[in-house]
């Protein structure tokens, strides 16, 4: 580690890639809520935060692993729960009477298309405001899993042993309905 009576060690924060604070400074700037989007390989978690000197608070929170308790059975680190996580944080700050918010990706790299969009679209569709570009949003067939299935059919043409080996447990073939069936359940609620 450098030393020195010159060296200026950096947030901690900021060195375990956490926290991009020029980002969140602009962000705080605008006095809007924010509509906070973080992901990992199996999770999605979306927040509605607003700023407060002692603390961010959180208004509302909406979690991929909320769609369990809802029915849906499948992974819920895709772009499908992805999608149905942002519809649930939508309701949810649409009843705490929050209407428009600005996104906070954090340090994630903007990728059109991906997890933290398909979010962001599910938001949209609940009816909350944010400013975005149409362009980065995934596509209906995408946000439906039709990727997905057509995956799970070309590799059961080609290896059937594979096929039951990876999906065992679920029914791929049948996402697409479970779908439409939770996303009629949050819409209701």
């Not at 006095?31 to 927040?47: D, P, T």
């Not at 369990?68 to 649409?94: E, Q």
Request: proline share 4%.
């Amino acid at each position: 580690m450098k030393m020195g009576p010159r060296y200026k060690l950096p947030f901690k924060r900021r060195l375990r890639k956490k926290t991009d604070y020029r980002k969140r400074l602009k962000l705080l700037y605008s006095g809007e809520n924010r509509l906070v989007i973080r992901k990992s390989l199996k999770h999605v978690k979306a927040q509605i935060v607003q700023f407060n000197l002692k603390g961010d608070k959180i208004i509302a929170s909406a979690s991929s692993q909320d769609l369990k308790k809802i029915g849906w059975d499948y992974p819920s680190g895709n772009i499908p729960s992805s999608y149905l996580v942002g519809l649930m944080i939508g309701k949810k700050a649409l009843k705490k009477d929050i209407k428009t918010a600005i996104l906070d990706m954090g340090t994630h790299r903007n990728i059109k298309g991906s997890k933290v969009y398909a979010a962001l679209k599910g938001a949209l569709d609940a009816g909350l405001k944010v400013p975005h570009s149409p362009d980065i949003l995934p596509s209906e067939e995408r946000i439906k899993g039709k990727h997905i299935i057509d995956y799970v059919q070309n590799l059961k043409k080609e290896s059937e042993k594979e096929y039951k080996k990876q999906f065992s447990l679920s029914q791929p073939e049948r996402m697409s309905e479970m779908f439409e069936k939770v996303k009629e359940k949050i819409l209701k609620s």
